[in-house]
């Protein structure tokens, strides 16, 4: 399954050269922890201060059990806490929710 997903930076390009700096060496807690979830692939892409996430899954992965499990990670809840430093929710998106799920409109 493919999934994409969009969250913001807050608009200051230090604060964003410092975000992209911490993607150079994500932990790898971190990367186990996606890949342990059902990740088998994930891009982030910038634009501006917009992010956006391209995810390739199993079928088997769920975003409900995927926040479970980083709710019990200690290092995967220290690395959301360092990066919400640098993120900021997009004007729609629920209430403590960051990556908000985009909805596909058009194949070729």
């Known amino acids: ?54 995810m390739e899954t199993l079928e088997t992965f769920n975003f409900e059990d995927k926040a479970l499990r980083d709710r019990n990670n200690p290092k995967v809840v220290e690395w959301e806490q360092l990066m919400w430093k640098y993120q900021k929710a997009l004007p729609w998106a629920k209430d403590g929710e960051k990556w908000v799920l985009m909805k596909h409109i058009f194949t070729l």
């Open 1 to 54: 399954m493919r999934y994409c997903l969009a969250l913001d930076l807050k608009d200051d390009s230090g604060i964003i050269a410092e975000y992209e700096k911490w993607h150079e060496k994500v932990w790898p807690e971190i990367k186990a922890s996606i890949v342990d979830s059902g990740i088998t692939e994930m891009e982030i892409y910038r634009t501006g201060n917009r992010l956006f996430m391209i």
